[in-house]
């Protein structure tokens, strides 16, 4: 039963897609070839029965066949280089099984029937005609096992019946060649079928395979250049697009834009970063829809997103893209459970002769930075005066690396006067800059400059030694305040440095250091150590320009401070601004509570140095007492120096306030 079933199967269509294509396209190839042979074998049988055989065997039905099978060979001779799917090949190929047990039948029929009509050698060429003929459509069929099977089973099967029942021991035997030639061509043919379609399945699945690569690769792609939140090109994409678009255009045909979101950090803080997703997605798309279908729009990573624009552009033109994007950013961000504003600064670049990437995308960054420098929430276009900017801090830069420093830098002494005591208790140690290329250089600038390119431990070392020295001609209680940078806080080489040359000069150590929050905020816990290694000398630690970075309450608690110095933005607005004023009473409180002491800097009126007396200050500093002076003129300062400060007698708050 079982091998039945198998045998019947044999006959049946297969069930792979690519094994039934490819049996198609063998046939599409192959039938015209048997149609040929079949018609040109018909024709020549039946021309040999003409006159013998009636009419309608020697022509009617030999002319049917051939028509028949003339209309098959177009179709398949019109179907060779047609592209089908499976399901149409399916359907080909089972109508060809049929069209293909009929037309073997009919022939089969027409041959048998022509038999009595001839006489022994006509009738050897029907015996012939059937043998050879089968033979050869069995090989055109070779590619469908069903097709070859039924052909054979058609034709052998009647054939071996009729010939062997005729009575001649000749066509007896002529059966009996047919069935062993056809059996062993059947074999042969049926281990051809094998190998084909296992050929075919190897095939696909190698092209199965490589579809595969191919679809990791281009996932790969997509993953390595796509921004996977946003969908949106990702840096490595952006990169090689502003190169090829540099290459492609003009000068002046590519600007740059470069978008950051203000304060985003504390979005992601206070709302979760699930929100701070949404917040980045939404910019995306509000940035897209007033993207020009030619602008590329990518995000760089975090909360930057940039553009690359194409075509003649001016700062105008620039200055308008950046107004529309402020303003798109302006209205709320409706999130679920958070109603979120929030700015965005931009900075503008088009290109010029001779520019590459780099140099484009860091105009527009230089541009964008002075954005967040002035103010935020606005849109600059890096212009000449930018350009000029860059190259003197290139050339401070490149003059800061050359400097000697040791001859270079100097100091100057600010008093720090206490209103209690009457007197002068301290100085405030300030760096300056007297280059032999580019003559006196502000701290303002050179400073950040040397915080940027890592001079600046350097720089603290030369300070610090100098004021060590100069030190030593003071009286005891008279202290040196020196200025440190975040750098020097958070290395632990730099401290070690510090802490060495202090106690290289011997004790009591007169010296006092001044830090600001940004210095402690990298890394609070080093900076911790650092502060408690510089106490250990003897040395007080005051927090700087208070009130200006992030002035989080948990620094002044958790650092070992001994002095808050207000920042001089508060102290010049003390007299008529009653929010300074609030501000520094409280902060004033929180110094008395904490039991450290305030210092205000930058007062420049009596006015000033009268509120601040009033509201509970005793530390002052600022133009009003003295402006910095060299190491000369302090002995003199403090035995000349006006010792009755007291500020103005009436202070003019009392309205408003
Ligand atoms: P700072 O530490 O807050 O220093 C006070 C600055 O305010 C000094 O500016 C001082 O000259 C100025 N100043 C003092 N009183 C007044 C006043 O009444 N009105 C006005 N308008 N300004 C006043 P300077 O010397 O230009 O220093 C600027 C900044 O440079 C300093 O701010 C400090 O952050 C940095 N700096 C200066 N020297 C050093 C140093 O040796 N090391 C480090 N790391 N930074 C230094
Ligand atoms: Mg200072
Ligand atoms: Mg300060």
Known sequence: MRRLTRALKAFAAPQEPDLILAQARALARQIPLMYIMLVINVLILAGSHYGTAPDYLAVLIPGTLTAVCLIRLVFWWRRRNEMIDADQARRTLGGMLWIAAALSLGFTAWAIALFPYGNSYQQSHIAFFMGITTIGCMFCLMHVRAASLIVAACVLVPFTLFFSTTGEAIFTALSVNMVVVVVALLVILLGNYRDFSSLVASRSAIAQRQIETQRLSDENNRLANVDSLTGLPNRRWFDRHLKARIAALPAGHVAVALIDLDSFKSVNDIFGQITGNRVLTEVARRIETLRRPTTFLARLGGDNFALIMEGPTNEALMQTCGDLLCTAMRSSFDLPGATIHLTISVGFAASTAGDDAEQLFDRADYATSIAKREGRGKAVVFSEQHACEISKVRSIEHALHTADLESEIYILFQPQFDLALKRTTGFEVLARWNSPILGE?????????????????????????????????????????????????????????????????????????????????????????????????????????????????????????????????????????????????????????????????????????????RLGGTVMQGYLFARPMPEAAMASYLTNGRKDWDGAAEPHYGTTG
């Open 441 to 613: 250089i502000s701290p303002a600038e050179f400073i950040p400059l040397a915080e940027r390119t890592g001079l600046i431990c350097k720089i603290t070392e030369t300070v610090l030694r100098k004021a060590l020295a100069a030190a030593k001609t003071l009286p005891r209680h008279v202290r040196l305040s020196v200025n440190l940078s975040a750098h020097d806080i958070g290395s632990t080489t730099a401290i070690r440095n510090i802490v060495a040359l202090v106690e290289a000069a011997g004790r009591p150590c007169q010296i006092d250091f001044e830090i600001t929050e940004t210095a402690v905020m990298r890394d609070l816990e080093q900076a911790n150590e650092a502060l408690l290694s510089l106490l250990a000398l003897g040395a007080r630690i005051a927090l700087d320009d208070f009130g200006t970075g992030h002035s989080s309450l948990t620094h002044v608690q958790k650092l070992p401070l001994n002095r808050i110095k207000i920042d001089r933005s508060f102290v010049a607005d003390v007299a008529h601004d009653p929010t300074s004023r609030a501000i520094i009473q409280t902060t004033i409180d929180l110094c008395h509570n904490l039991g450290i002491s305030c210092v205000f800097e930058g007062i420049e009126t009596e006015t000033q140095l009268g509120v601040l007396r």
